[in-house]
Structures are given as C-alpha cells and as structure tokens.
C-alpha cells in the first residue's frame, strides 16, 4: 500500500510538473498583452507600459520567466497578480473557501439525492415515477446553468424575495451577530447558486446511477439475496447498490476538477465570490501569475480526483487491490 | 430509506427558512443611517500615490475619495483652469506670490482619523513620492510642472511651477491627496503596497475603512470627528458585483440602495423606473467613445495608410454616419455627440461648437473627389483596382461597440464603404491598438476632468497617440490653450484646437454618455459629482 502511495504521488508531482510547464509556455504563446487592464480606459504611455514590464518581470525572456516561476514555486510563492498588485498565494486562498463551500454542497446534494433519486428509478423501473423522473432529469439535463441562474436569482430574489440574488453574505449583518445568524446568512445566499448548478449535476448523476443500478439489479447474486429472504433494504443498498457504483466514482473524480472551473458564469450571476471567476478574469486580462496559480490548483484536483477514484474502487471491491 | 428521506428533507428545509428569515430580519434592522452602493469593480489599492497601472481604477480613486481629502476640490463648474472654481478642503485658502508660486494655508482643524493634525509636512511627503517616477510614473508625468513644494511652518505649503500655465492649482491639488507622513515616512515607497497601511489606512475624509471582503464588498464608517461636519450617514457599503445583471437585481431585490452606471443595457432603465423608490440621476461622465483612424500603414508602418492618410476619407466616413441615430440606439437619450474628443465632464464642452449632423451626399462627393468610385458596380467603390474596404477593430467585452460596429457597418455600405468588423479579445486588441495594428480602431477612453489631457492622444508626441495623427496647428493651439496666454474667454483657445482636430478629422467621435445612477428615494440632498460618483456622498441624508 505505501509503495502505491509512494508510486502515485511521483506520478501526479509529474504529471504536475508537465502540465504547469505546458501552460506556462502556451499562455505565452497565446496574443495579447498582460497590462491591458491596465490601460483599459486612460491608455499607458509607452514609458508606463515599459516601467510596468519591467516590474512584473515581463520584459525578460520567457526562460528566465520561467526559472523565475519555478523558484518560486518550490518557495511556495506563485507571484504577485498583475491586475490585483498583491501575492496569489493571498489571492487563491481568500477565495479557496467560498469555491468550495459552492463546489461541495453541489456535490453532496449531487451524490445524495442524484445517487437515491437513481437507485429509485432502478427499483421503480418503468413506473411511473420512473418516467416521471426520467423525464424530469432530461429537462433538467439539458438547462444551462447560465439561463437558470438568470431566471432563479430574478423569479426568487427579485420578485418573490424569499432569497437574496446575489453575494455570499449580506454586509448589513451586524458584526457582532452570533456565528448562528452568519451561517444562516451564508446558507440565504447559498441556496440559489447551489441549485443552479446542482438542477444539472443531479441530472447526470441520476441518470448514470438508474442505468448501473437496473444493470446489478438483474444480476444472479440479487436474485440468490433475496432468495435467502433478506430485506428488500438490504438487497437493494447493500449489495446492489455497492456494486452499482463504481460508474458513479468515476463521475466523482471527473466532477472534482470543475469545482473550480466549471462554476464560472453561475459565479458571475450570482456573484459568488469564489475561485471560478477570479481564473476567468485573470484569462480575460492574461494575469499570468493568478492563471499559473488558478492552473496549479485545477491540476491538483485533477490529479486528486484520480487518486481518490484509485482507493474508492479499491474500498469497494475486493477484486482491486493497491499495490 | 424511501420514508425518512422526504421528512428529513422538509425538516432541514424548515430549519433552513427559519435561519434565513432571522439572518434577514437582523440585517434589515441595521440599514437605517446605511447605504449599500453597488458596483462592478472591487477597489484594491485606493491610496494615493499607488494607484498605477493595473491599480489606476475607478474604483480605487472613488474609494480614496472618501478615504483621503484632498488640498482642495472642483467646484460644481469643473472648470480646472485659472484659481477660482476650487472648493477648500484641507487647505482653507490659497494665494498667489507670482505666477509661478502658489501658497496654501491648511485649514489647523484638519485631523487623521487617528486625531493626529494634518500638517504641511504631509503634504511636502506625499508631492515627493508622487513625483518620483520609480514610486508614481504616470503621477509623475502629471506633475512635471511642478519644480518644488516646501513647508513654512505646520500650516503653510508652497509649491512652485516651472512655468505659468492655468492649471497650476489644479495639478497641485488634484492628482495626489496628502497622506500622513508620521505613519509612512518609515516605510519604504517599494514596500508600502504590501504594508498594513493598505488593509487598515488612516486618512483624512469623511469616512474611514472599517474592512474589506475581499471581491464582496468594503464597510466604511462616517469619521466622528471629520473637521467639516460629521457624514449624516453613518454606515457605507460598497459592494460588488462584476455582472450587470447581478448589479440590478441586487438593487431591485432591496439589497442595495444606490447603483453606478445604470445602462447598459438600456433596458434597465423601465426596469428601474418600476420601482417608485427608485430615481434615476443622469451625470455627465469623463467617457468619450470613437472610431480612430490610423494613419499610417499597419502593415508597414513607416508609409501613409493607402486608405486613411486622404483627409477626404476621413471627413466623408464622420458626414456619412448618423450618430444621432446610433447613440440613440444604445443610449437612449443618455449620451450626446460631442465635438472633437471632449467627453461631457470637460468644462470646454460648454460654449463648444455643435458636431456636424450627417450628410450622405457630402460624403459621397469627398470620397469621388478622393478618386473613390464603384467602377465594376459591386456596391463598393475602388481606385487603381483597390477596394473601398477598412476594418474596424473593437473588443469582444464591450456590448455597446459591438452593437454599434454593426450599425456602422450598415450605415457606410451605402456610401461604398465596406467595413469588417474584427471583434477581438480584450488583451488582444489591446495590442493591436498600441501596436499601431489597425485599420480603424474603436476607442472608448475616460478623460481626467482637465482637457490638458487631450496632448496625450492629440499631439504629435503624444504619449497615447497610436494612430501617429500630427498636425502642427493643433499641437501649438493646445499649447496656447493650456498656458492660459489668451485674454477674454478661457475655452476660446481650446475651442480652436478643436475646430482644428475635428477639420482633420483623426478620428470620428461619436459619444460621450452621461452616467445614469439609481438611488433610493429616501435619501435626502443627494448629489453625484461628475468625475468622482459618490464625493459628495458626506452631504446626503437618510429620510427613514
């Protein structure tokens, strides 16, 4: 087990190290000038531009850029953002907190009710609640994020204003209010992002849940638990449902990664402060330092996702084994 | 599992409402004597003399509005030339010793928030790091003029020029206020940005920072002991939100009480007029949008562009277009068009001749006498086998570019012009504009409220002028206006550059909007500075 540990880790730090390496250098490939932003409405002049280069390192070659970036990351220091003039580090982490706080209650509202709405439509199958969900799943399938964002923040927050449409927390709050009233304040303005991004998440994962589960469901060994006269319960949740999720796990580990990336435009609608909005405005203003930083995290989780994948497989089922 | 399931949910549902209607209820107590302002950008860095580069916001400059006083303000005419349009803040009153010293007493009540009295060694630490090109480049470049400034005593400041000119008062007053020399004249210039100064700064305004949420919102709090009257309202949020369709609906859900640039798109403005608590406050603003020309070859630039560098084609494209029209479609009645590159902020906007309206025919007869004719009957005229065909560079992230691209495009076709509208990237187009990569290039900029500024794009040495336009006149008409040498009235000599800019035609101007705020009606003597939104802010009253 330590040896895969050991294996597994070498791997993602290279896998790691590649990927950083290529997106250095295509973002530098890529047309388009860092300090546009800044010259975004009293344009610089050249003797602005150049004293600016020269501050963010930009008039260097790219090697030495380089071998500037990877010492300092091996310090831990990703730079400092040109469009924010403060360290990324500083940046990632006043962020980190909101994206996962969005990224992971849709994905627990994803794999609790995906995966129970899916195991219902298996056991139900061509019922119909069946039908009725499976249709409902399609539809929900197949609304973007964006459009349903736009709808629930105006339907809910401007017209019935029972949530708040934006923000992760309403600055009124007074600042000596008990750490109750601020979680509750947090979960208000929680509610209608979560359900945007979830209404699609949960589609796909019921859907893949249903299929696995009628699959296991018509296997044998079903067949020989219920024979031994166990509790529908139990047939269905331990032993088919354990079996019935490894398609599941393998969503898991690819939906991890766009915790981060794939929040953004529900970010910008709900103005969410969180990690998805502040990589797309660093694209959009080429901030190399908060895209190298904002890519480091995205390959971790990439690279996590797998791992975590690796040992959920391995926890299951007896057949696997870490070595 | 299928029975405690739905019970457990309705259950957390319930606690969930119940929490969030007490959240609710604790916040909505606590909005009398506030504001919630919302905005689009985050202010990062709002301390004079740091605010460069990527930190040269709106959003910064407005936030240090509130933070840091400076020596004086602009009055109500925003007229920056001469001594007398100027509001005292810090400084009570200014003198002349010649035309090349200004003297300024500091008002002795003036106080840091941290009860320290500002001095005139505050003033002498911050004109010297703003000055200095390695801490301020672009500051530096502003005040360029300026030769010294030195203290007389706690309270007497005296700057000298190098030589006359109408905007001295402006210049030192300005671009930098005073920050407090005994908390920073320990910490290096190079050091300051990443200091405590910046999280927790101590100024001299109506308001003080209480703290940042980092791309939420910034609290601030009215300064108890401001010297020119206690904010009558205590309490200021500013908050962000980058999409404008966030930005509305926090204001019409009654999270937010005040909001900036209202349009676009226009249709918030029914939206907004929906709401009986709300009003809309129009302002003239520094933005001046317009197609440039560039006239010299992008492709090789050391020859004349074969199309642009002929006056005649310039002039027929500006007669040819309606921009009456075109405003009209993304601004509504909020935008005018102004005369040369004036955004309605400059006080020379007043008293300037009116842009020429549209005249198809003229147009047509400067581009047959430019040699332009349709010869194969294609719609699009040619010479020596050259299409009339131009394009029109703008970025993907303006909205109101990209609509009225298209309503240019469809306005030249008839007099044989082909136009390719070449929607790029921001950073990409960025730099192709500096780069001089262009055919015509669709500008959108915001002006400072002195028209000094113009030399920078206008001048044949202009440091911003990327379509290399150079005429001679204008360059020593724009001298003559900013020294200020001309008797009788003082936008005369800038009105003549202008007749001079707009008979070259470098570029077609097409609009200078005005800013469009909505506020709640509850608030009392509100007023919305041009240039600086919420200055005024300390004078404004909440009616609940």
Redesign the interface.
């Known amino acids: 087990m330590s040896g895969w540990l050991v294996r597994r880790a070498l791997q993602a730090l290279l896998v790691l190290a590649i990927a950083l390496t290529i997106l250095f250098f295509l973002m530098r490939a890529a047309?388009?000038?860092?300090?546009?932003?800044?010259?975004?409405?009293?344009?610089?002049?050249?003797?602005?531009?150049a004293?600016?280069r020269a501050?963010y390192g930009l008039d260097q070659p790219v090697g030495r850029q380089f071998a500037a970036f990877v010492g300092g990351l091996l310090r831990g220091d990703l730079g400092v953002s040109?469009?924010?003039?403060?360290p990324v580090t500083a940046?990632l982490a006043?962020?980190l907190p909101a994206t996962l706080l969005l990224g992971g209650s849709v994905l627990l509202l994803n794999f609790t009710v995906g995966l129970?709405l899916g195991v219902?439509q298996a056991v139900r199958r061509g019922g119909l609640e069946d039908r009725s969900l499976t249709a409902i799943s399609l539809v929900g399938y197949a609304t973007p994020s964006f459009w349903l964002g736009?709808v629930l923040?105006?339907l809910v927050?401007?017209k019935l204003?029972l949530?708040?449409?934006?923000?992760?927390?309403?600055?009124?709050?007074?600042l000596s209010?008990g750490s109750?009233?601020?979680?509750?304040?947090v979960?208000?303005h929680l509610?209608l992002p979560v359900l945007t991004l979830s209404v699609v998440s949960i589609a796909a994962t019921m859907r893949y849940q249903r299929a696995a589960m009628v699959e296991v469901l018509h296997l044998p060994y079903i067949m020989t638990a219920r024979a031994k006269g166990l509790p529908e319960?139990t047939v269905i949740?331990h032993h088919g449902w354990r079996n019935a999720l490894f398609p599941v796990i393998t969503l898991f580990g690819l939906w991890l990664p766009i915790l981060v990336t794939g929040s953004v435009f529900v970010e910008?609608?709900?103005?969410w402060?969180g990690l998805g909005?502040?990589a797309a405005?660093a694209v959009?203003?080429?901030d190399y330092p908060v895209l190298m930083g904002a890519s480091l995290l995205v390959a971790a989780l990439v690279v996590a996702g797998g791992f975590l994948t690796d040992v959920a497989y391995a926890l299951l089922d007896p057949r696997v084994r870490l070595g | 599992?299928?029975a405690w399931?739905p019970r457990l949910t309705a259950v957390a549902a319930l606690a969930?409402m119940l929490?969030?209607s007490?959240?609710?209820a604790?916040?909505?107590s606590?909005?009398r004597g506030?504001i919630?302002i919302v905005t689009g950008e985050q202010p990062?860095?709002p301390i004079p003399t740091l605010m460069?580069?990527?930190?040269?916001?709106?959003g910064n400059q407005e936030l240090a509005d509130q933070l840091f006083l400076r020596l004086a303000g602009l009055g109500p005419t925003l007229i920056t030339a001469g001594d007398r349009g100027f509001v005292p803040l810090l400084a009570r009153s200014w003198t002349r010793r010649d035309s090349v010293t200004l003297v300024f007493d500091l008002d002795p009540r003036a106080r840091w928030q941290d009860g320290v009295p500002v001095t005139s060694k505050d003033v002498v630490f911050t004109m010297e790091r703003a000055r200095n090109?390695a801490i301020a480049?672009?500051l530096a470049?502003l005040l360029h003029r300026i030769t010294s400034v030195t203290a007389e005593g706690d309270h007497r400041v005296v700057f000298s020029f190098s030589e006359p000119y109408a905007e001295q008062l402006y210049d030192a007053t300005f671009h930098a206020a005073p920050l407090p020399a005994h908390l920073l004249d320990t910490i290096p210039p190079a050091t300051l940005?990443r200091s405590g100064f910046i999280s927790q700064p101590v100024g001299s305004g109506p308001y003080r920072l209480v703290r940042t949420?980092?791309?939420?919102?910034v609290?601030l709090a009215a300064n108890q002991d401001f010297f020119l009257g206690k904010p009558k309202i205590e309490?200021v949020?500013i908050?962000?939100?980058?999409?404008p369709?966030?930005?509305i609906?926090?204001l019409?859900?009654?999270?937010a009480d005040a909001m900036d640039n209202v349009i676009p798109p226009l249709d918030n403005i029914p939206r907004i007029k929906g709401d009986t608590n709300l009003r809309l406050i129009p302002v003239p603003s520094p933005t001046v949008g317009f197609l440039l020309f560039n006239q010299m070859d992008p492709r090789n630039p050391a020859q004349p562009h074969p199309i642009l560098s002929d006056v005649r084609v310039r002039r027929a494209i500006t007669l040819g277009l309606d921009r009456q029209l075109l405003i009209h479609a993304v601004f509504g009645s909020y935008a005018e068009v102004p005369y040369g590159p004036v955004s309605s902020i400059l006080w020379i906007r007043n008293g300037a001749p009116k842009a020429k309206r549209q005249d198809t025919e003229g147009a047509k007869r400067l581009l047959a006498a430019a040699g332009w004719q349709d010869s194969d009957g294609d719609g699009i005229r040619d010479r020596n086998g050259r299409p009339l065909t131009l394009t029109l560079s703008l970025p993907t992230?303006s909205a109101i570019r990209r609509k009225l691209g298209v309503m240019i495009q469809e306005q030249l076709r008839p007099l044989g012009i082909a136009l390719e509208l070449q929607q790029l990237?921001?950073?990409?187009?960025?730099?192709r504009r500096?780069s001089g990569k262009f055919d015509i290039d669709f500008a959108g900029?915001?002006q400072?409220p002195t028209p000094s500024g113009l030399t920078?794009?206008w001048t044949c040495g202009g440091?911003?002028n990327?379509a290399k336009y150079c005429d001679a006149r204008v360059d020593s008409l724009l001298d003559i206006a900013i020294r200020g040498r001309s008797k009788g009235n003082p936008g005369e000599p800038w009105f003549a550059a202008l007749r001079q800019i707009e008979d070259d035609a470098p570029a077609t101007f097409l609009y200078t909007p005005f800013y469009v705020y909505a506020v709640r009606r509850h608030y009392r003597n509100v007023s919305i500075m041009p240039g600086s939104s919420w200055i005024l802010l300390r004078e404004w009253s909440d009616a609940r």
């Open positions: 047309p388009g000038d860092p300090l546009a932003r800044a010259s975004e409405n009293r344009p610089l002049s050249s003797a602005e531009l004293t600016l501050r040109i469009q924010y003039a403060r940046l006043e962020r129970w219902r736009l923040a105006w927050g401007v204003r949530l708040p449409p934006a923000g992760m927390q309403d600055p009124l709050l007074d209010a109750w009233l601020k979680t509750a304040d979960l208000r509610v319960r949740w910008a609608v709900f103005a402060p909005s502040l405005a959009w203003g080429r | 599992v299928t399931t969930m929490l969030a007490s959240a609710s604790q916040s909505s606590g909005r506030s919630v990062t860095m460069e580069g990527t930190a040269g916001t709106i090109p480049p672009r470049a940005a949420v980092p791309d939420q919102f609290e309490r949020i908050r962000v939100a980058a999409d369709d966030a930005r609906n926090l019409l859900s009654g999270q992230t990237e921001f950073p990409l187009w960025i730099e500096t900029t915001v400072d920078q794009a440091g911003t990327v």
